[in-house]
């Protein structure tokens, strides 16, 4: 895939660049190897100063860098100047929490017959990020953010879609004080990925993006016994109990569904809802569904863009029309529109089995699926039925409806009464083929930390 801007909304080609040469790859890799020596020395409040310069700086750049991100993958605007506020969030957050998070934790001495014991969480070094096109600054910042704060040095190999927002975050990292090559983009193709992790001075990985990518990191990075965190796919379902204020699931329901044009690694996707309230939950969704709006990503009025790329478009419609040859029935959407760009409508389908490919893979598009259940056994045992684990949700007002199911559901995430979504005060990833590992919160900042035992006689 050519690295290269290419506007979804129209299917131009903006600008082009050229992939970094291996000469220029290995110049990279030394500068981050001799920046960790001495970054890694630095005290948290340097780092805590200059994370929360990029912050600043951030919001300063907020609306060029809102229709950078609607240029290169075509979500609304609205929706890229909340990605901007939340890195800015995300990076203060780090800046705060960092230095308690990362203390020394103290153990029973007298128990292991030691004057003084403690874990001391220390960095790494040089870790890969290997990021997707779809939160093309949310994704990166919230592998940076605590590897940063933690002493560790960045690359990022970011989606070849996305290169000016790639260069975008090493530029911020540059302009907010940091060190001279603590964190740098890589214009490099995916072909390079497994070079760059088997060089020696790259010493962990963390890789958001497809099943099949994940699996080959994993494998890189095992045969080089280095440690990875990988956050891919998702087909989280989104269970409806008769208890529910059914109008307000509806309403996230769709918002669940389509947020960010459907291209969400934690979108809803199958929504599985019980016998009693199928009928007017149906009605809810369809009417919330036909009331989007697929247009210009830059017009306020628009609630849905195109979809990022035009082979994204070509799988979503794939999915659909197997399910719908295959019997599914459609309640809305379900045929893209003609004209340029890379547009999907939204589209709810029910009657979904398993011999669609859609009941088994991920639909990474604004495509919904209604089925039918008649317990929380039941609906449990559909949302179990998937080879994905990241999100989940149950809307009920039953709270041993709610126990049972953040109990039983097979998931890195439960919500309940709510969207699924990522704040830094929380763990973020899932279990299964949706990868291993956690982002954000203490357990983020700790995956490229060596805990260190000190044993003091």
Same mark, same amino acid.
């Given at each position: 895939m050519a690295i290269a801007t290419v506007d979804p909304t129209t299917g131009q080609t903006l600008k082009t660049f050229e992939a970094l040469t291996d000469a220029e790859l +290995?110049?990279?890799? $030394? %500068?981050?190897? $001799?920046?960790?020596?001495?970054?890694?020395?630095?005290?948290?409040?340097? %780092?805590?100063?200059?994370?929360?310069?990029?912050?600043?700086?951030?919001?300063?750049?907020a609306e060029q860098l809102a229709e950078l991100l609607t240029t290169e993958m075509g979500k609304t605007l609205k929706a890229a100047?909340?990605?901007?506020a #939340?890195?800015?969030?995300?990076?203060?957050?780090?800046? +705060? *929490?960092?230095?308690?998070?990362?203390?020394?934790?103290p153990a029973d001495a007298p128990d292991v017959k030691a004057s003084r014991a403690f874990t001391r969480y220390q960095p790494l070094g040089v870790v890969l990020a290997v990021m997707p096109w779809n939160y093309p600054l949310w994704q990166a910042m919230r592998f940076a953010a605590p590897a940063l704060m933690a002493g560790n040095v960045g690359l990022l190999k970011h989606a070849s879609n996305v290169p000016q927002s790639a260069l975008y975050m090493e530029e911020l990292f540059r302009r907010a004080g940091f060190p001279a090559d603590v964190f740098q983009t890589l214009l490099i193709g995916s072909n390079k990925v497994e070079k760059?992790?088997?060089d020696r001075r790259v010493v962990a990985a963390t890789l958001t993006g497809s099943t099949p990518a994940g699996k080959a990191v994993a494998a890189t990075a095992g045969d080089e016994l280095k440690p990875t965190v990988l956050e891919l796919g998702g087909s989280d379902p989104f269970v409806v109990m008769p208890s529910a204020d059914l109008a307000k699931a509806a309403e996230v329901?769709?918002?669940?569904?389509?947020? @960010?044009n459907g291209q969400s690694c934690i979108a809803a996707k199958r929504f599985i809802v019980h016998a009693d309230v199928y009928e007017e939950f149906s009605l809810l969704f369809?009417?919330?569904?036909?009331?989007?709006?697929?247009?210009?990503?830059?017009?306020?009025?628009?609630?849905?863009?195109?979809?990022?790329?035009?082979?994204?478009?070509?799988?979503?419609?794939?999915?659909?029309?197997?399910?719908? $040859?295959?019997?599914? *029935?459609?309640?809305?959407?379900? #045929?893209?529109?003609d004209g340029p760009g890379w547009f999907y409508p939204p589209t709810l389908l029910e009657g979904i089995t398993q011999d669609m490919r859609m009941y088994a893979e991920e639909v990474f598009g604004p495509v919904a699926q209604l089925h039918k259940v008649s317990s929380l056994d039941e609906a449990l045992q559909l949302a179990n039925d998937s080879e994905f684990g990241?999100?989940? @949700?149950i809307w009920t007002n039953d709270a041993a409806e709610a126990e049972q199911f953040v109990n039983e559901v097979e998931a890195g995430m439960a919500f309940v009464n709510?969207?699924?979504?990522?704040?830094?005060?929380?763990?973020?990833?899932?279990? #299964?083929?949706?990868?291993?590992? %956690?982002?954000?919160?203490?357990?983020?900042?700790?995956?490229?930390? @060596?805990? #260190?035992?000190?044993?003091?006689?």
């Open positions: +290995e110049d990279r890799l $030394a %500068r981050a190897a $001799a920046a960790f020596a001495s970054y890694r020395k630095t005290s948290y409040e340097e %780092r805590a100063a200059w994370t929360r310069r990029a912050a600043d700086l951030l919001e300063d750049d100047r909340a990605e901007v #939340k890195c800015a969030t995300g990076l203060r957050y780090y800046a +705060e *929490h960092a230095p308690a998070m990362l203390a020394d934790v760059v992790l088997r329901a769709t918002t669940a569904r389509c947020q @960010n369809s009417a919330a569904f036909e009331e989007q709006v697929l247009g210009d990503p830059r017009d306020a009025a628009t609630t849905i863009g195109p979809l990022a790329t035009e082979q994204g478009r070509e799988d979503v419609e794939e999915l659909v029309q197997d399910a719908i $040859a295959k019997g599914a *029935h459609v309640l809305v959407g379900g #045929k893209r529109p990241l999100g989940s @949700n709510g969207m699924t979504t990522s704040y830094p005060e929380l763990p973020f990833g899932g279990i #299964k083929t949706s990868g291993y590992g %956690r982002e954000l919160a203490d357990l983020g900042i700790r995956e490229f930390c @060596n805990a #260190k035992t000190v044993w003091v006689g």
